[in-house]
């Protein structure tokens, strides 16, 4: 899962969760220091107008191509912008966490991403479908 | 993103999300009906022993292989009971629904996919990432 800074644009960290079909990016900041995961209805929700998300009526009378032409508009919001209103940290672990710590966590935390962190920086991220594979291929010799 | 049934194997849903690294599955009624999505998140709690859950410094001082054993003994339960302890239910849109509709949806419900449904049967889902490519690959003209 790629980071995005927090001062990045906000419209190409949208896009780059298009491209690699991914449910979430890391947000650092500019230290690289992870601070939560912007995910993919959120990005939704920066995409889109907001005179639509306030009256979703609205596109229902709208053409596709009209209502998809409004999407296009650029909004000049930072990343920072966009996730400055929550509180959601993002569950963080050490290079030394095991793997079933690493399920837990996601498993408490209901979180389906965990940063790996070293010296405070970023290194990268874990999904919750790579830990279950994880788990899995490690009893793949028992019947 | 496949569906699974209310009685399937619990552990079978969380093998199908390993294998296609998917952040959920569609968990479906003996009529196809769209109930809810189980997570990954979900399916860890589900895969890791319950006393590890409850209290996670067990992990810590456990050596990794035997921790690893014990996610692969198998609990006999059913996705259906693995989800019934929760409320949410799957946002749902028809064949007619437009992808602003859909991404309108998702950002209001915070949903990362919807299930499409047709004569209240499901016939397939849509997730945040897919919608946000298709509505930039509409603008893809656009300087």
Redesign the interface.
């Known amino acids: 899962m790629p980071a995005v800074r927090l001062d990045a644009d906000a419209w190409d960290a ?2 780059l ?7 979430g990016v890391v947000i650092v900041d500019d230290q690289d220091r992870p601070r939560c995961v912007l ?7 920066f ?2 107008p907001s005179y ?2 306030d009256d ?1 009526a609205l ?2 009378v ?1 053409d ?1 191509e009209s ?3 409004l ?2 508009e650029r909004h000049d919001r930072t990343v920072g912008e966009v996730v400055a209103d929550r509180g959601r940290p993002l569950p963080v672990v050490g290079l030394d966490t ?4 690493i ?10 991403v965990v940063a790996v962190v070293a010296d405070g920086r970023l290194l990268g991220a874990v ?7 994880a ?2 291929s ?2 793949a010799g ?1 019947p």
Chains 1, 2 share one sequence.
Do not use: I, K, N
Not at 127 to 133: E, F, H, K, N
């Open positions: 949208a896009r969760m298009a491209e690699h079909r991914l449910p995910t993919g209805p959120e990005a939704l929700g995409v889109l639509l998300l979703p596109a229902r709208m596709e209502a998809e032409a999407c296009r095991t793997l079933v710590e399920a837990l966590l996601m498993a408490r935390e209901r979180s389906p999904t919750s479908a790579r830990v279950l594979a788990l899995q490690a009893g028992t």
